[in-house]
């Protein structure tokens, strides 16, 4: 059973940053995509950020620009770096990792963290 752990959400100011990081429990993390998704309340679960397991990033339209995806294959961790925050950006924040398919497609993620509030304030 691979476990997923997210951390570093908090309460914020607009214009502020926060990093967030998922530590995986299992060995072979360097395979694997990771990626963002988001569920802000009311919404549908929105992806956000995805790294291939050779490093490529993709962002949504929306994040570009302000977000960053890495990942520490050693530390078995991936991380957010999110700058210039706003309002929109409050949500849950989970982390994945993708089994098939595009990074950016939900459907193929196998496993996910329990979630980290992320809360940006005026």
């Known amino acids: 059973q691979v476990q997923l752990v997210e951390s570093g959400g908090g309460l914020v100011q607009a214009g502020g940053s926060l990093r967030l990081s998922c530590v995986a429990s299992?060995?072979?993390?360097?395979?694997?995509?990771m990626g963002w998704f988001r569920r802000a309340p009311g919404k549908k679960r929105e992806f956000v950020a995805g790294?291939?397991?050779?490093?490529?990033?993709y962002y949504a339209d929306s994040v570009k620009g302000r977000f960053t995806i890495s990942r520490d294959n050693a530390k078995k961790m991936v991380y957010l770096q999110m700058n210039t925050l706003k309002l929109e950006d409050t949500a849950v924040y989970y982390c994945?990792?993708?089994?098939?398919?595009?990074?950016?497609?939900?459907?193929?993620?196998?496993?996910w963290g329990q979630g980290t509030q992320v809360t940006v304030s005026s």
């Open positions: 994945g990792r993708n089994l098939f398919g595009a990074l950016e497609r939900a459907a193929g993620y196998d496993y």
């Open positions: 299992e060995l072979t993390f360097s395979t694997y995509g």
């Open positions: 790294i291939s397991r050779s490093n490529s990033t």
